[in-house]
Each structure stands twice: as C-alpha cells, then as structure tokens.
C-alpha cells in the first residue's frame, strides 16, 4: 500500500538529508517533487496543494534551516503533517447500545465482504455482532453474506424473497436482533456503479430508521480521483461517520485515502489489507504515516506476530532450533507463519529501515510460494531427513514443484547451512546478523537465498 508514494517521498529525503546545509531553493525543488509524487499517487489536487503549502511553510522556519541536521527536521515536519492529514481526529467505533452500523458505498467497493469482516473483528474483541443482509437489489450480495456469515460463524438476517421495502426489513431485522442477545448489528446495503437519487433517497430513509451510531462508507483505495466526488455525495447524503478502505494491499498508489479522509473530514477506521476474512486492520493515521516515509511500524509487527504466532508452537519451534534438529517441515510451518503477517514485503515494510537494506533482494512472496511447492514436492521421510536427497530424487522433486533442479539444490544448501550455524555457538546471533544488516557491514540476506 502507498508503495509509489513511500518510494518517489523517501528519494526526496534522501536528497535533503545530502545537503549539510539547506536553501530556500533546495526546500522549494523538494517540495515540488513531493507534491508530483502526490498527485502520482492520485491524491487530488486542492489536497496536494494545501498540504505542501503547510509543510513549506514550517520548513521555511529559522529553527529548520540553522538547525544541525535540517533535512531531518523536514521529514520530522512532513510525517506530522501527514499524520494530521490522515486523522489526526482518531476515533474508536461508537458501540454504545443500541450499537448500529451502516455499511454504505458504490457497487464492488467491497462492503459485503467489508461487513463480515467486521463483524469478525468484533467479535474477537468480545462484542457479539449480528450481520444484517439489506441489498434488496442484488441477491447475490445476500448469499455471498449468508456464506460469509457461516465462515465465520456469526448470525445473520436475510430479506423475504422479492421483498422491496428496505425499512420493513429493517423492522423485521431489529425485531430478529432482540431475541438474538447481540450487542452489534451491522447493516450490509446495496450499492451502484453511479451514485444515483433512488440510492440516496432509499439510504435516507434507512438511516432515518436506523438512526446509527455509526455511519461508514466502504471505499476501494484505488477509485482515484472519483474518491472525492464519491466520499462528499455519501456524507451530504447520510452523514458518514467514518472510512474504510478495501483493497489497500493491491494498490500501490493510496491517494484516495488521503484526499476522502481531508475532504470529509472523518476518520479513516479501518483498511483491508488482503482477502482473508481477518484481513481488516485498525486504520493507526501515525504507523501508517511512518510506513509511508520508510519509518517500519514496529507495533504494527508486533501485533501481527501476536495474532499468528502460537505461543506452544513457538516454543516447540526454539527448542528444535537450539538443538539443531529443526527439519522441512518446520521450515514450512514457519513460511506459513509468515503468510498469515501479511506475506515477506508486508513484514520488511514495518521494520524501520529495512525497506532500504531489502531492496535488489528477492524477497517478495513469489520465493516463498517457490520454496513451499519444493517442499510439498518432497516426502515426508525427505522433510524429515534432507540428507538423503539425492540426484535422482532432487530430479523428482524439481519435476513435483516446477522448479528447475539448481533452486532445488540452492534450497537444500541453504537449509544445511542453517542447520550448521545451529550448531555452533551463538548460532542465532550469527543468523540474525547475516540476516538482517540494519545498516551493518556485509549486512542483507545470504548470497543465492531466494528465487
């Protein structure tokens, strides 16, 4: 997410952080490379032109340029501001009973799957959500949510076949909620391709029912410049209480974030960031901001670690290592560890720094699948026991993944100098420095690791 952006705003600083000394003119070059690298990344234009307007002008200041590392200052200026630009008004969901939450937004934005997703959320944090199916248009949207619903086990209602008045079914749903002992009732509605008079006119009376506490529009991250047409007609509209932004993962741009969260002056709450039902982050405007500018997120790190990692498992995993008897299997139960963090890129992306020392490097979540189709393709006496590998059998194993015989061969070595290091002492510190390099000599990833 943002990657055009992060990349185009941390060459600039680089630049910056190269001068001893800073000019007017040097603040001004830099800040028109920002602000393309804005309007790049779609963000729209009024919102680019204010925002640097409010950076130049802080930069300008005579504690910036007397001071001894001014190029720092400026980033320190510019993650401020776009801290404040994406919210510095944060707020938590409103679930005072009767906790109601209105799910709107344009067709194929994702407010079906957004609503399970939710709900799911909820839940882990101890609230018991009831998912209500509103898309009296699209019966689709209906089974797609009576499916997500029994994924992930939470209780749904759905219309009468045919049915057309969306307030009757609303009746009828907070009737069915009473006796479901819920503390939250999301209402997934229909969407348009274009906002249209029969949409909003049937969203006002809903919301006029419903009276919600909160009111959030479903926005894809890559609507680009239509964001803000979309963001103000919805909030003129029903009074929107908050963002959530889909498809953060595949959209390297990000712009739409920045511009519907300024022209509507509400917070972003929430940002999915993948297709798996617990792929619905808390939207944190400061980690994000630090992501941004190549800063890591290492509570972001932390918290993903938290939700993925089995703490029995983990130990289990220590112990092995310690005693050198880790195998393939464990590998693999490792990588799909690390595909439920969000994949390698996500992980390098909230480590600060690591951004830098990664790039050139494969590292990006093609080698992992490489690595884990050699490993499926082997026996379970050949994860066991990677010794006896042999020719014929790395011939069979390379055909079984689709991977050519050298990687085959790059794999095993790679996994036999692991086990050695494992031996000797200090072995993990020895790993982690050959590893990670946060800025060290001979640092980054060991020669051939990767496909």
């Given at each position: 997410?943002?990657?055009?952006?992060?990349?185009?705003?941390?060459?600039?600083?680089?630049?910056?952080?190269?001068h001893g000394k800073l000019t007017e003119k040097?603040?001004?070059?830099?800040?028109?490379?920002?602000?393309?690298?804005?309007?790049?990344?779609?963000?729209?234009?009024?919102?680019?032109?204010?925002?640097?307007?409010?950076?130049?002008?802080?930069?300008?200041?005579?504690?910036?340029?007397?001071?001894?590392?001014?190029?720092?200052?400026?980033?320190?200026?510019?993650?401020?501001?776009?801290?404040?630009?994406?919210?510095?008004?944060?707020?938590?969901?409103?679930?005072?009973?009767?906790?109601?939450?209105?799910?709107?937004?344009?067709?194929?934005?994702?407010?079906?799957?957004?609503?399970?997703?939710?709900?799911?959320?909820?839940?882990?944090?101890?609230?018991?959500?009831?998912?209500?199916?509103?898309?009296?248009?699209?019966?689709?949207?209906?089974?797609?949510?009576?499916?997500?619903?029994?994924?992930?086990?939470?209780?749904?209602?759905?219309?009468?076949?045919?049915?057309?008045?969306?307030?009757?079914?609303?009746?009828?749903?907070?009737?069915?909620?009473?006796?479901?002992?819920?503390?939250?009732?999301?209402?997934?509605?229909?969407?348009?391709?274009?906002?249209?008079?029969?949409?909003?006119?049937?969203?006002?009376?809903?919301?006029?029912?419903?009276?919600?506490?909160?009111?959030?529009?479903?926005?894809?991250?890559?609507?680009?410049?239509?964001?803000?047409?979309?963001?103000?007609?919805?909030?003129?509209?029903?009074?929107?209480?908050?963002?959530?932004?889909?498809?953060?993962?595949?959209?390297?741009?990000?712009?739409?974030?920045?511009?519907?969260?300024?022209?509507?002056?509400?917070?972003?709450?929430?940002?999915?960031?993948?297709?798996?039902?617990?792929?619905?982050?808390?939207?944190?405007?400061?980690?994000?901001?630090?992501?941004?500018?190549?800063?890591?997120?290492?509570?972001?790190?932390?918290?993903?670690?938290?939700?993925?990692?089995?703490?029995?498992?983990?130990?289990?995993?220590?112990?092995?290592?310690?005693?050198?008897?880790?195998?393939?299997?464990?590998?693999?139960?490792?990588?799909?560890?690390?595909?439920?963090?969000?994949?390698?890129?996500?992980?390098?992306?909230?480590?600060?720094?690591?951004?830098?020392?990664?790039?050139?490097?494969?590292?990006?979540?093609?080698?992992?699948?490489?690595?884990?189709?050699?490993?499926?393709?082997?026996?379970?006496?050949?994860?066991?026991?990677?010794?006896?590998?042999?020719?014929?059998?790395?011939?069979?194993?390379?055909?079984?993944s689709g991977m050519t015989v050298t990687k085959?061969?790059?794999?095993?070595?790679?996994?036999?100098?692991?086990?050695?290091?494992?031996?000797?002492?200090?072995?993990?510190?020895?790993?982690?420095?050959?590893?990670?390099?946060?800025?060290?000599?001979?640092?980054?990833?060991?020669?051939g690791f990767g496909f």
């Open positions: 997410m943002f990657d055009s952006l992060s990349d185009n705003l941390q060459g600039t600083f680089k630049k910056l952080r190269g040097n603040i001004t070059d830099a800040m028109r490379e920002i602000r393309l690298a804005l309007l790049e990344a779609d963000v729209e234009f009024s919102v680019a032109k204010t925002f640097i307007s409010n950076v130049k002008e802080k930069a300008m200041g005579e504690t910036v340029l007397k001071s001894i590392k001014p190029g720092e200052q400026i980033v320190k200026i510019f993650h401020d501001e776009l801290t404040a630009l994406l919210g510095g008004d944060m707020a938590d969901l409103d679930l005072n009973p009767p906790a109601r939450i209105l799910m709107v937004g344009l067709n194929g934005a994702g407010k079906t799957t957004t609503s399970a997703k939710l709900a799911l959320k909820l839940r882990k944090e101890g609230r018991r959500p009831l998912l209500i199916a509103c898309d009296l248009y699209r019966p689709a949207a209906v089974d797609q949510l009576e499916t997500l619903a029994k994924q992930i086990d939470i209780p749904i209602f759905k219309p009468e076949p045919g049915e057309k008045d969306l307030v009757k079914v609303a009746k009828r749903a907070l009737k069915w909620a009473e006796d479901q002992n819920g503390t939250v009732t999301i209402f997934d509605t229909a969407g348009r391709q274009e906002i249209d008079e029969e949409l909003v006119e049937e969203l006002k009376k809903l919301h006029a029912f419903l009276n919600p506490k909160e009111t959030l529009l479903v926005a894809d991250s890559a609507t680009g410049q239509q964001a803000v047409s979309v963001a103000e007609h919805f909030d003129e509209a029903v009074g929107i209480t908050g963002l959530v932004l889909t498809k953060l993962d595949g959209d390297a741009r990000g712009g739409a974030a920045l511009s519907m969260r300024t022209v509507t002056q509400k917070p972003i709450k929430y940002a999915g960031v993948g297709e798996k039902m617990s792929d619905l982050e808390a939207f944190d405007p400061e980690r994000m901001a630090g992501r941004i500018l190549g800063m890591g997120d290492v509570v972001g790190l932390v918290e993903a670690a938290a939700e993925a990692i089995d703490e029995k498992e983990a130990m289990r995993m220590a112990e092995k290592m310690k005693k050198a008897t880790f195998d393939f299997e464990d590998f693999l139960s490792q990588m799909r560890m690390m595909k439920k963090m969000g994949g390698m890129a996500n992980i390098m992306g909230m480590i600060p720094g690591m951004k830098d020392q990664m790039k050139g490097l494969n590292v990006d979540d093609d080698m992992l699948k490489h690595t884990e189709a050699i490993i499926l393709s082997m026996t379970p006496k050949e994860r066991a026991r990677p010794e006896i590998i042999n020719a014929s059998r790395r011939k069979r194993i390379a055909k079984g085959v061969n790059q794999l095993l070595k790679q996994f036999s100098m692991m086990r050695k290091m494992m031996k000797k002492k200090g072995a993990m510190n020895q790993m982690m420095k050959q590893m990670g390099g946060m800025g060290g000599k001979g640092g980054g990833l060991p020669k």
